[in-house]
């Protein structure tokens, strides 16, 4: 890429990165013209312009399988995942030691306005014991339930885990999911204590609720301050001792696991693969078994922690391919790479994600729906969890259904389409699918069956063809000071909740099981979680299936059209009260125009709610000055009849932020 020398800030930006070579060139048709030509890789300017690398040369020839360990990370949120990881590059020299070194591996614009992991990221370092280096592979995972598909994917590149546990927050709701997805898998772990120059840290406390809860050995615990950078070399022994290297050959035929992918404007798809066997290098031919297209190696590397390229990378090693791949829907995640010449057993893929919530996905305006599809095939390959269909909208246009594992996921995804594509869109309000049996030889003909899943409103049968609806249950855990007991009882009550069980894990905390229906807690039930219990207590959750319900479509009328986009199922005895939330909010997030708004929310032909947005008027009669009162009510007729008439052509303009906001409690 060559950046002309008018375009100063761009050349701040790259310049704040100490290591990025600027080469100047010179214009041979303007000698007096002045560019700088620099090298592109894939990465945040904001953590790149922190860290620099140091110069220790990876040369994984040097490596075999014996001495390699692959490894993830994995917590609760906010418990220092990331700071661990920063801490475990400087120690091994990856990076260079310093005070801005934060959130290395945070590349995403989101995750370091966040403060929190949404994309998992590799990392290869080398560290040394008894003279012998050793290579290691790190995975730093998400900590929030939204994007536990990214933990799952990323243990399977991994032989062993890191367990991390804030020695001040204790056991949380995400460290026990996280322990058994991981135990799940047979990998081995390493219970590390963090956070424990804290003043308010209790080791041993913590210590006994993992012996309580996950039978670990307290003399198996490691105890460390990642801030600080104690007991780092502790953590980095107890890797290469306790975590098997990986099982594979350097002559057998080469066969790799394609974990993820991302897309590079320049260079096309790049595939981020955990070698099992053999060797892949720049030229070779390969095929993906689920196109059998074959590609040219043209680049291939390491992060370390930033993409480096490399000749070759061996069995038991992780590493990126840019292989001229410019369709974005022949990369698939969890399939297996191999030589073109050498056909191989597939490997086990990944079990397929199950979205959560739904919401539909439309261009601001319908010009822009070729911009937003690019972005939003750019976007699926990097985050493999979203399922995507096609819909259109007469209100919206055409535009896409997407599902995915939470609100904060949607949240997220809506932001990096801003972020990095500049795509402004609207979302539809969030919903959870339901499932539904019909009756009646037309229905059954159009949904293909008599059971049929419906994850938008609007395509929900009559209810005269409807036996039996069913929604979707989980099972969540939480994790809380006793004190607050009564009023999680309370909330989880109001949300339809079933206590299973409730058992101490300490003198002074509990871990909650309830059986909740999804659409309850899909929206704000963390948060008013978190409120409740001023930020003590954890909630997570795992899917049970479908249970029989009796649910309602709810309808939104304005100026008794409806408003199709904001259609949603809700709980009998929810209707009522979810429709009177619906007309304040929309009251509140509507503008005023210059005729009558009336609101109103119905279940069929039954209006349950209304209010109204009363017009903007102008004084007519301020002219007056006397005279008899029947100019007056003349003037005010005249009025009425053109707010009358407009009311009829009006059109209403719906505020973006009032399709996401109208859920909100």
């Known amino acids: 890429m060559t950046i002309r020398s008018g375009g100063r800030e761009l050349l701040r930006m790259f310049w704040q990165n100490k290591n990025i070579k600027f080469l100047p060139v010179t214009n041979p048709h303007n000698k ?28 994984p020839e040097d490596f075999p399988p014996d001495r ?19 801490r475990l590059l400087e120690v091994t020299g990856t990076i260079k030691t310093s005070s801005d070194n934060k959130q290395i591996l945070d590349k995403l614009q989101v995750e370091r306005e966040r403060g929190i992991t949404v994309k998992a990221q590799t990392a290869t370092m080398v560290y040394e014991v008894d003279g012998v280096p050793y ?33 001040n927050q204790g056991v949380q709701a995400q460290t026990v999911a996280n322990f058994y997805l991981a135990f799940g898998k047979n990998l081995p772990m390493i219970p590390v204590l963090n956070k424990i120059d804290l003043s308010n840290a209790n080791p041993e406390k913590v210590i006994g609720q993992l012996e309580s809860l996950f039978e670990i050995p307290p003399e198996s615990v490691l105890k ?47 595939l981020l693969v955990a070698l099992k066997d053999g060797c892949l290098s720049v030229g070779d031919n390969i095929s993906l078994v689920h196109t059998e297209k074959s590609y040219e190696v043209k680049e291939i590397g390491i992060l370390n922690p930033f993409p480096t390229p490399m000749n070759s990378i061996y069995a038991g090693q992780a590493g990126y391919i840019f292989c001229n791949m410019r369709g974005m829907k022949e990369a698939h995640t969890g399939d297996t790479v191999y030589s073109t010449n050498h056909k191989v057993e597939p490997l086990p893929g990944f079990e397929e994600c199950k979205p959560m919530v739904f919401a539909g996905v439309y261009p601001v305006v319908q010009s822009e729906h070729s911009q937003l599809r690019s972005a939003l095939d750019k976007l699926l390959l990097n985050d493999p969890s979203i399922h995507c269909v096609k819909e259109s909208s007469p209100a919206l246009g055409n535009g896409w259904r997407l599902g995915f594992l939470g609100v904060l996921h949607m949240d997220v ?20 699918p339901v499932k539904v049996k019909v009756s009646g030889t037309k229905a059954i003909k159009q949904y293909g069956s008599e059971a049929a899943i419906i994850t ?55 871990l909650i099981t309830y059986k909740l ?38 309808d939104i009328l304005l100026n008794g059209e409806a408003v199709e986009e904001m259609s949603t199922i809700v709980h009998v005895t929810k209707a009522r009260e979810t429709g009177k939330r619906i007309v304040a909010k929309l009251k ?3 503008n005023r125009h210059q005729f009558q708004i009336s609101i109103q929310a119905a279940v069929g032909g039954k209006i349950l709610a209304r209010d109204d947005i009363k017009a903007l008027r102008k004084d007519v009669t301020a002219k007056l000055y006397g005279g008899d009162v029947t100019r007056r009510k003349k003037l005010l007729a005249l009025q009425a009849e053109g707010k009358k008439r407009m009311r009829m052509i009006g059109k209403i303009e719906m505020p973006r932020e009032a399709f996401i906001k109208i859920l909100q409690r």
């Open 32 to 59: 007096s013209y002045l560019s700088y030509r620099l090298p592109i890789t894939r990465f945040s300017t904001a953590a790149h312009s922190e860290a620099q690398p140091s110069s220790i040369i990876v040369n």
């Open 68 to 86: 390699i360990r692959n490894f993830s990370i994995i917590a609760h949120i906010d418990h220092g995942k990331s700071t661990l990881a920063d």
């Open 135 to 167: 290579l290691l592979n790190l995975i730093d995972t998400p900590g929030h339930v939204d994007f536990s598909y990214e933990v799952s994917r990323s243990l399977s590149a991994c032989q062993g885990v890191i367990l991390l546990v804030d020695a």
């Open 224 to 270: 460390i301050s990642a801030k600080v950078g104690l007991g780092i070399h502790e953590v980095l022994k107890a890797i290469i001792k306790r975590i098997p290297p990986p099982s594979g050959s350097r002559e057998l035929a080469p066969r790799a696991l394609l974990f993820d992918s991302w897309y590079d404007r320049y260079k096309g798809v790049a």
């Open 413 to 432: 995804f809506n932001q990096r389409l801003e972020q990095e594509y500049g795509a402004q869109v609207v979302l539809t309000s969030p919903s959870v």
């Open 456 to 510: 938008n409103p609007l395509n929900l049968p009559d209810r005269s063809n409807i036996d039996i609806m069913y929604e979707p249950f989980v099972l969540g855990t939480i994790i809380t000071p006793d004190v607050y007991y009564g009023d999680i009882m309370t909330l989880c009550m109001d949300r339809r909740g079933v206590q299973q069980d409730a058992r101490n894990i300490d003198s002074d905390r509990l």
């Open 517 to 554: 229906p999804l659409n309850e807690i899909v929206v704000d039930f963390y948060d008013k979680l978190k409120s409740l219990t001023s930020g003590y207590a954890s909630f997570d959750y795992e899917e049970l299936g479908y249970e029989e319900s009796n649910l309602l479509r709810l």
């Open 588 to 590: 509140e997030t509507i």
